[in-house]
């Protein structure tokens, strides 16, 4: 079987006590088995993870030819891991990767969210991510199941309509605005 290496980010890896809160969620990871789920079949002591197969893969970050063909699995997929008590709490188009043959998973349950809430940020500027933070997220509340739920709304108005349904410049101005609906 073909797999990928991921490597901890940096930040990550140099803070002890987030390191394991990483740690910790890649081990919940590993027992996630969905087909809509790209696959951390294993963790590895020198702080990598070990991945299903990437090959051909990408993020699929511009619209699809047939994004309704796409919800059915990743609703599935996060259904599953919700039943699990799993949440993703940053999901966004950067996290869903298209495989050949037109396959969609979802990657990083709730590694991605660790990995920008303690990584190195500037209050003002807008990460990528941050047009598909919920109102919960935009409260500073811990994002669940109903953050999941909205953001990928998000992802599908995007990929219905082509741009975000909020946006801007500012990250205090994009926050009020989502949290506000306007």
């Keep these: 079987p073909s797999f990928s290496l991921v490597r901890f980010p940096k930040h990550i890896a140099e803070d002890p006590e987030v390191r394991q809160r990483y740690r910790e969620m890649a081990r919940q990871l590993c027992a996630l088995q969905h087909p809509h789920i790209i696959k951390l079949q294993e963790l590895l002591l020198e702080d990598c993870l070990v991945v299903e197969a990437l090959k051909g893969a990408h993020p699929l970050t511009n619209v699809p030819s047939e994004p309704l063909a796409l919800a059915t699995g990743l609703i599935s997929a996060l259904e599953y891991a919700h039943g699990r008590g799993v949440t993703h709490r940053l999901l966004n188009c950067h996290c869903i990767w298209l495989f050949p043959e037109n396959a969609v998973k979802i990657w990083g349950f709730g590694l991605d969210y660790l990995e920008e809430r303690y990584g190195p940020s500037d209050r003002h500027q ?7 933070w919920s109102p919960e997220h935009c409260q ?5 199941e109903r953050s999941d739920i909205w953001s990928l709304g998000v992802v599908f108005y995007r990929w219905s309509t082509g741009r975000l349904p909020f946006s801007s410049n500012s990250l ?5 605005r989502i949290r506000h609906y306007h």
Excluded at 140 to 144: A, E, H, S, T, V
Excluded at 172 to 176: E, F, K, N
């Design 140 to 144: 500073n509340q811990d994002p669940d």
């Design 172 to 176: 205090p101005v994009l926050v009020d």
């Design 126 to 132: 807008v990460s990528p991510t941050a047009p598909y």
